[in-house]
Nanobody, 124 residues
Framework: QVQLVESGGGLVQAGGSLRLSCAASGRTFSSYDMGWFRQAPGREFVAAITWSGGTTYYADAVKGRFTISRDNAKNTVYLQMNSLKPEDTAVYSC???????????????????WGQGTQVTVSS
């Protein structure tokens, strides 16, 4: 099990940027693939990164604007969000799953651990 705590949300104008962080507890962070989802109101996949950071995945709605990255030495995964749009408004949550799992990254039920979420609001 790993515990996840997100930070970095807030209010930003359309076209602006935010960087979300997700800090993970435990000594085995590098054994987990990490992902970001958002909810407003339904849950939607945003991005994922493999345990080594070697491969990333993005939803079409954010491709080219968002970047997921991780620092295994700091037990932290990031989501850099640029060119934000009002439709990006949501609660953003990070998720973790053991690297051995092979299911579709975009499915919420393929992830084992979730953070509480951080609110991102984009004004027009």
């Amino acid at each position: 099990q790993v515990q996840l705590v997100e930070s970095g949300g807030g209010l930003v104008q359309a076209g602006g940027s935010l960087r979300l962080s997700c800090a993970a507890s435990g000594r085995t962070f590098s054994s987990y693939d990490m992902g970001w989802f958002r909810q407003a109101p339904g849950r939607e996949f945003v991005a994922a990164i493999t345990w080594s950071g070697g491969t990333t995945y993005y939803a079409d709605a954010v491709k080219g604007r968002f970047t997921i990255s991780r620092d295994n030495a700091k037990n932290t995964v990031y989501l850099q969000m640029n060119s934000l749009k009002p439709e990006d408004t949501a609660v953003y949550s990070c998720a973790a799953r053991n690297y051995r799992r092979s299911g579709n990254y975009s499915r919420g039920d393929e992830w084992d651990n979730w953070g509480q979420g951080t609110q991102v609001t984009v004004s027009s």
